[in-house]
């Protein structure tokens, strides 16, 4: 079978258009979609769930991975730890910590108590 070029309707150049500067200044993705955000700390869940698991047991794990839909079995120390993510991770917690249980845990992951 054959190639077929189609060809395509010249564009209208704007008067104005070919007198502004030729190069088009970088999107920055993060400003513009909300998603992509900048990477914080590395490890930080890992800790949390390696502290957790310790203390409430592998139940309370999956629990947790069913409460907050993250797979939390996926990190390692060298994850990076995704600021939306660990936001997600900590709010579910906060629903089935006790106070003194959030505070604790915040004290063995200092890397996850900078979200509010």
């Known amino acids: 079978m054959a190639a077929v070029s189609i060809p395509t309707a010249p564009t209208p150049q704007n008067s104005s258009a070919s007198t502004s500067s030729s190069t088009i200044p970088a999107m920055n993705l993060a400003s513009t979609t909300g998603v992509a955000q900048p990477r914080s700390?590395?490890?930080?869940?890992?800790?949390?769930?390696?502290?957790l698991e310790k203390k409430h047991?592998?139940?309370f794990i999956s629990r947790l991975i069913l409460a907050s839909g993250i797979n939390l079995r996926g990190f390692d120390p060298s994850t990076y730890d995704d600021p939306v993510t660990v936001?997600?991770?900590?709010?579910?917690?906060?629903?089935?910590?006790s106070?003194?249980?959030?505070?604790?845990l915040m004290s063995q992951a200092p890397s996850i108590a900078t979200i509010k």
């Open 99 to 104: 106070p003194s249980d959030m505070a604790n």
């Open 57 to 59: 047991g592998a139940f």
């Open 87 to 97: 936001a997600k991770f900590v709010k579910t917690l906060r629903a089935m910590l």
């Open 41 to 51: 700390d590395k490890g930080g869940i890992y800790q949390a769930v390696r502290f």
